[in-house]
C-alpha cells in the first residue's frame, strides 16, 4: 500500500489549511478476490421523481451489473 498526502492553502480570507490524502492499495488480479456480496436500500419515493434521480440509479445500477463477476451476489431492496 502507498500513501500519498498535499496540503494546500484554504480559500481567501481563511487561515484554513487543506489535506487531501490519495491511498493505494496493491494490484490484485480478480481471479483471487473472494466473492462480493452487495446490498443495496433504494429510495422509490416521490422525492426520487425530482431531476431524474430514479433513472440515475438505474443507470448506475446497469453499470454495476456489468462489473460482476458470477460468483458476485446483489441484493437490492
Request: hydrophobic share 40%.
Amino acid at each position: 500500500m502507498s500513501t500519498i498526502s498535499r496540503n494546500a492553502s484554504g480559500p481567501k480570507g481563511t487561515q484554513h489549511r487543506l489535506l487531501r490524502v490519495s491511498l493505494k492499495a496493491k494490484t490484485m488480479s480478480t481471479a483471487k478476490l473472494p466473492a462480493s456480496d452487495l446490498v443495496f436500500l433504494v429510495d422509490v419515493s416521490g422525492s426520487m421523481d425530482e431531476q431524474n434521480k430514479l433513472p440515475l440509479v438505474q443507470s448506475s445500477m446497469k453499470m454495476l451489473v456489468e462489473q460482476l463477476r458470477p460468483q458476485d451476489r446483489v441484493a437490492i431492496t
